[in-house]
C-alpha cells in the first residue's frame, strides 16, 4: 500500500530502530544499504541539502530525515486500535469531516491524497468497484466507503460518551440558518450546541461561488460558512459533525435527542435541516449514483478535468456549476426538460460567452446509459416538440432539479405540509412547544443564503421568547 524506500547503513542505531519498528509493525519497506550504493549517498546528501544524514525515508514520494517512531506512527497510521489510511481530497466535505473526527479522537492516520497520487484514485475505484467515492478508509486493511462517524467509533472502539448535561438549546444543522440561530443564541447566552449529520455550511458550503450574499460580490460558499462556523466557535458553540438525529423526545420541559452517536438533553430546539438534491428517477440513475452520476460539482468535478459532462437542470444552480466546471472541462452540455432556463440573466449572458457550454432547450431526460463495461456512458433524451429521442455522450452527469427538506426522521414528531416542509408560526415555533424551525426545511422559507441567515435569527428570538 505505502511506497517506502529506506535509505540507511546496518551500523547505524536510528536506522535499526527504524527498521525494528517497520518490521513490527508489519510495514513493507525497500531498504537501500547507503555503504554499498554510493548513488543512494548521493541522493541523500540532495534530500538533506549536503548532509548525510540517515536513516532516510522517502515515503510515498515525500523524504522524511531520521522521523522518530511517532512520526512514523503519524505518517502511516499506525495507533492502538489498528492502523488507518484515509484516501481523500483536501476538497471533498466528508473527508474534512473524517479527518476531523479522527482528529479529535486522537487516532493516527495516515491521508494520501487521491489528486496528487494516480495510484490512490485507481485503489479507491478498485475497492468501490468502478466507483470514485471518497472518503474510502482503510482500518486493517479492511475497507469502509465514507463510514459515518458511528461507524468509525464501532470499529475503532471508541468509548466517548454524549454529555448527559442539560443544554439551553440544541440545533439540529450546521448550514447558514443553524449557524446564524447559534450565534444569536450564544450572544444571548444560550448553552448552545449544533448537531450536524454530515458537514459545517450544508449545500452552500458546496457552492463554487456566491454573488448575492450582501457585503461579498464574489465569495465561495465554503469559504463564507467556514467564516459563520468560525464565528459561532468565537461567541462559544459547540459543533459537532456526523452525528444523525434519529428521534427527538420531550419529557416535561426537556427534550432527549437520540443520535447515531448517544443521547443530548436540551430545554429547546431549533430544526435547521436544510434540503438534499432530488434525483431524476430514470432508469440506471440510482445504479450509476458515485460511478458517473453527481450531485456537486464542488465535491466531484475535480474528477473529470479536461473530460467531457452533463449538468441536468434549468435553474441557477445548474447554470452556476455548469460554468464552474466549464472551466476545467473539455465540454459540459447543460439539458433543460423546459423550453426556456430559469436561472437568472447574469448566468445566461455570461454562458453565451462560454465557448465550451452547450444548451439542450426542451429536451427530457428518459434514460441513463452506461456501456459493455457497465460504466457511464451517456444520456437519452427526447425532444419534447418533435417526440425525437437522441443520445449525449459524455464522462460524467451532475443533477440539478430542485430540493428536498431534510426531514422525513421528524415526519411523526413535527406537523408537516404535504411536500415534507415543516409547518410554522411566529418566531419559527413548530407544533411542539419548544420546538423550532429554520432554514429551507421551514414551510415558505427562500432556499438563498441571505434568506437562511435571517430564518436563523429569528429562530433565536423565538427561543429568546420561549424563556421569557
Given amino acids: 500500500m505505502n511506497k517506502i524506500t529506506f535509505y540507511g547503513a546496518d551500523w547505524c542505531p536510528d536506522c535499526q530502530r527504524a527498521k525494528k519498528f517497520l518490521n513490527d509493525n508489519h510495514i513493507l519497506f525497500h531498504f537501500i544499504d547507503v555503504e554499498i550504493d554510493n548513488k543512494a549517498t548521493k541522493l541523500v546528501e540532495s534530500i538533506n541539502k549536503g548532509k548525510r544524514i540517515i536513516p532516510t525515508l522517502v515515503i510515498n514520494g515525500k523524504s522524511h530525515t ?32 473524517a479527518k476531523s473526527y479522527l482528529q479529535n479522537n486522537e487516532i493516527n492516520f495516515q491521508f494520501i491524497d487521491v489528486d496528487k497520487q494516480v495510484w490512490a484514485t485507481e485503489k479507491v475505484v478498485e475497492i468501490n468497484k468502478g466507483k470514485r467515492i471518497i472518503p474510502t478508509i482503510l482500518i486493517d486493511e479492511k475497507a469502509y466507503t465514507n463510514p459515518d462517524n458511528s461507524i468509525l467509533k464501532e470499529v475503532l472502539k471508541l468509548d466517548k460518551k454524549a454529555s448527559k448535561k442539560i443544554l439551553d438549546t440544541i440545533i439540529v444543522g450546521a448550514g447558514a440558518a443553524g449557524l446564524t440561530a447559534s450565534i444569536y443564541a450564544q450572544r444571548d447566552r444560550f448553552n448552545t450546541l449544533i448537531l450536524e449529520k454530515k458537514n459545517i455550511g450544508g449545500n452552500a458550503a458546496l457552492t463554487e461561488k456566491i454573488e448575492n450574499y450582501p457585503g461579498f460580490t464574489n465569495i465561495s460558499g465554503s469559504k463564507l460558512m467556514q467564516k459563520m462556523a468560525e464565528q459561532a466557535e468565537t461567541y462559544g458553540a459547540i459543533i459537532e ?54 450531485f456537486c460539482a464542488t465535491c466531484d468535478g475535480a474528477f473529470y478535468r479536461d473530460k467531457e459532462i452533463l449538468v441536468i437542470g ?21 439539458v433543460n426538460k423546459n ?3 430559469t436561472g437568472s440573466e447574469t448566468y445566461l449572458e455570461k454562458i453565451k460567452t462560454i ?70 408560526t411566529g418566531f419559527g415555533e413548530t407544533n411542539i412547544k419548544g420546538i423550532f424551525a429554520a432554514g429551507d426545511c421551514r414551510e415558505g422559507a427562500l432556499a438563498q443564503v441571505a434568506a437562511a441567515t435571517g430564518e436563523g435569527v429569528m429562530a433565536s428570538y423565538g427561543i429568546k421568547q420561549h424563556f421569557k
Avoid at 73 to 91: P, Q, T
Avoid at 316 to 332: P, T, W, Y
Avoid at 370 to 385: M, T, V
Wanted: net charge positive; aromatic share 10%.
Fill in 355 to 424: 465557448k465550451n457550454i452547450k444548451l439542450y432547450k426542451n429536451k427530457d431526460a428518459l434514460t441513463f446509459l452506461k456501456n459493455e463495461n457497465d460504466n457511464f456512458k451517456g444520456l437519452q433524451i427526447k425532444d419534447n416538440i418533435t417526440g425525437r429521442i437522441s443520445e449525449i455522450y459524455a464522462d460524467g452527469a451532475f443533477i440539478y432539479v430542485g430540493l428536498a427538506p431534510n426531514t422525513a426522521s421528524f415526519k411523526n414528531i413535527i406537523e408537516m405540509n404535504a411536500k415534507g416542509f415543516i409547518k410554522t
Fill in 314 to 334: 434549468g435553474g441557477n444552480s445548474a447554470l452556476e456549476e455548469g460554468i464552474f466546471l466549464s472551466g476545467f472541462c473539455k465540454k459540459v452540455s447543460i
Fill in 339 to 341: 423550453k426556456e432556463f
Fill in 66 to 97: 531520521n522521523p522518530d517512531n511517532s512520526c512514523l506512527a503519524e505518517i502511516l497510521g499506525i495507533n492502538k486500535v489498528g492502523k488507518v489510511v484515509l484516501f481523500g481530497a483536501d476538497w471533498c466535505p466528508d473527508c474534512r469531516r
Fill in 241 to 294: 459533525t456526523g452525528v444523525e438525529v434519529k428521534d427527538i423526545a420531550k419529557n416535561n420541559n426537556t427534550f432527549t435527542v437520540f443520535t447515531n452517536m448517544g443521547k443530548y438533553y436540551s430545554k429547546t430546539i431549533i430544526l435547521a435541516l436544510g434540503s438534499t438534491y432530488r434525483k431524476l428517477n430514470i432508469p440506471l440513475e440510482n445504479e450509476l449514483i458515485g460511478a458517473g452520476i453527481h
